[in-house]
């Protein structure tokens, strides 16, 4: 028996085992805290996701972690890279690119309406266009590279992916058709006729018709989904630029960019029910709705800020400022940050949701255009 105070070997093997332990759990916390500090410091957000961006004018497309908004890549993908978009297994993006060289924005009247020179419209055929370089470019996700081009028509601007991710449908800026890809065999199944400059192109959520917007004339055209014939088309004026959905296929949303206008369309029976005003100098170019379903949010362009409007009421909520001439707008899943491509500035805008602030200006390359979010794999 060792009485109390005596030399004890084995409590002396103790106390160096606990105080060993302890120096290294201090030294752990400094490291863990350190890396904390770290990361706040590179901006690391928690998002799951890249960012990826058409570049229009330096024909590739950023790369960006959503997490530290730190370029990661950049993938040349052909000229003029715009509209983008991600097959529904996210393992592929495609990006539309065309060989027409991209033209300054026209002067605009005093109603804010495109002025043109007599005989031209921006659609008209460009001799130097390079018909070779029109397609939808293809990028493995996975390998953040190109693996290909598929044919789409000429002058490919903006289309969607079909909810099945069978097909793309594709509006062919300069020869006032729609196009009908079917991926799996890289062929064109369907031109439908539509009319002068359509742009836009979104798919209803149930899958069953897509909406194309025509410029020019301010015409959306209705078309079935499954056997692209057209079911209707209507008017809605103003150069329409884009279109997005609520998730119930219930509403569409149409803004027009020189009318200064919002669009609320039944995209049931097709019938506009609504046109909502933006402010003076508003220019809304592209339009998303919330993954919540409350709000609707469009980039208005040359105004500089992006109009929140409440899905239900149509009412006007707010205007964030946000870059020089937002284009393409994308919002995180989770509903925290909107995200613009500006154009002019090269950059990208970070806006807190929850505070409708812009809290961070990203690099990108020249004239981003289009954005997409690409989740990263479990």
Known sequence: ??????YNPRNQFEFTLMKNTLTLLASAAVVFGLTLFAGAARGQTGENYDIYVSNERSDNVSVIDGATRETVATIAVGKRPRGIHMSPDGKTVYVAVSGTPPEPPPKLDANGNPIFQKGHDDDDDNKNSDKAADGIAVIDVAQRKLVG???AGSDP??????PDGKRLFISNEDVATASVLNIA??????IIPVHKEPEGVGVRPDGKVFYVTCETDGEIFAVDASTFKVITHFNVGGRPRSVDFLADS?????PSESAGQMHVIDSMTHQPLETIVLSKGSRPMCVKVSPDGKKVYAGTGRAGTICVIDAQSHKILNYIKAGK???GIIISPDGKFLYSANGPSNDISVIDLATEAEVQR???GKSPWGIL???HAL
Not at 1 to 6: E, I, K, S, V
Not at 157 to 162: N, R
Not at 250 to 254: C, L, N, T, V
């Open 185 to 190: 065999s890289g062929k064109v199944e369907k």
């Open 325 to 327: 001439r937002p284009w």
């Open 1 to 6: 028996m060792t009485g109390f105070g005596l």
């Open 149 to 151: 081009k598929l044919p």
């Open 373 to 375: 979010l690409v989740p």
């Open 362 to 364: 990203i690099n990108a």
């Open 250 to 254: 219930s509403r569409a949303f149409i």
């Open 157 to 162: 601007e903006q289309f969607a992916v079909s």
